[in-house]
């Protein structure tokens, strides 16, 4: 038995949860915040026998990869029209730790 | 040393730290939910040298096993008088893993 | 690659993040209370290469070491002025595991 932690984007959360639910993993999912400048990170727990080990980080890599977006951004003109203007921007990512389990119990 | 992650059932988790504590046992709470679908769990970490982690496991077994109660529900009837219906329900039920701690340190 | 789980008290974990962040670890912030009586604590998940465990947790020590610090209760005489008087409380403290990680990936 091994142990996923993985650290992920909150608007990636959902969706992930998702896909490892169809795929039945068991997720529990802490509420976390990043570090000193970061904010909005979920981090799920995944408990999963060590042969479904590479099924559970090819669904966290397909619904978590680092991707560009292009957002719209809104500007007021001179003449008070709006402008808007494409912002490609790049969401996603994430940071897993693999941890064996000595002990697994299911009550 | 060990560490054991337990996610139990958020109204087994006051009792639980209550035994746990009681035998001096040092309980961290996390807050949590289950995943997609589920709701209401509580993480707790709990640090045990690895001679007390089949009592840690003991206490868990005994306060948080999946098991059978009567609620009943009120259902109002046809004359306006108010039946009560005994329900069978299952509680409990917990998620535990044990961890090898490297290194530990209390300050 | 390591997980460093550090436990610590909420009034040191803004300064403890700022460190870790300033030494380039990465952090990520869960929400946690204590265990029965206690409360107020916040636990801190670092991943790090082996080689830098020890500067992580000479980090966390130099800025969560149990300490004292002198407070000022104010008591309201029978003169109804107001007396203010030192009060040498202790703060701080953490603990602290080390756990291996056997894979590690970073999206
Ligand atoms: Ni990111
Ligand atoms: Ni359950
Ligand atoms: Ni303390």
Redesign the interface.
């Given at each position: 038995?091994?142990?996923v932690?993985a650290?992920v984007h909150d608007e990636d959360a959902h969706g992930l949860?998702?896909m490892?639910?169809a795929s039945e993993f068991?997720?529990?999912?802490?509420?976390?915040?990043?570090?000193?400048?970061k904010s909005g990170?979920t981090?799920l727990?995944i408990?999963v026998q060590k042969e479904r080990?590479d099924s559970v980080?090819s669904i966290?890599?397909e619904t978590?990869?680092?991707r560009k977006e292009i957002t719209t951004t809104t500007s007021l003109m001179g003449d008070n029209s709006v402008m808007g203007m494409p912002l490609e921007i790049t969401v996603?990512?994430?940071?897993?730790?693999?941890?064996?389990?000595?002990?697994?119990?299911?009550?």
């Amino acid at each position: 038995m091994k142990l996923v932690i993985a650290i992920v984007h909150d608007e990636d959360a959902h969706g992930l949860i998702k896909m490892l639910t169809a795929s039945e993993f068991g997720v529990t999912k802490l509420a976390s915040t990043g570090g000193f400048l970061k904010s909005g990170n979920t981090t799920l727990l995944i408990g999963v026998q060590k042969e479904r080990v590479d099924s559970v980080l090819s669904i966290i890599e397909e619904t978590c990869k680092t991707r560009k977006e292009i957002t719209t951004t809104t500007s007021l003109m001179g003449d008070n029209s709006v402008m808007g203007m494409p912002l490609e921007i790049t969401v996603g990512g994430a940071t897993v730790f693999v941890v064996d389990v000595e002990k697994y119990l299911k009550l």
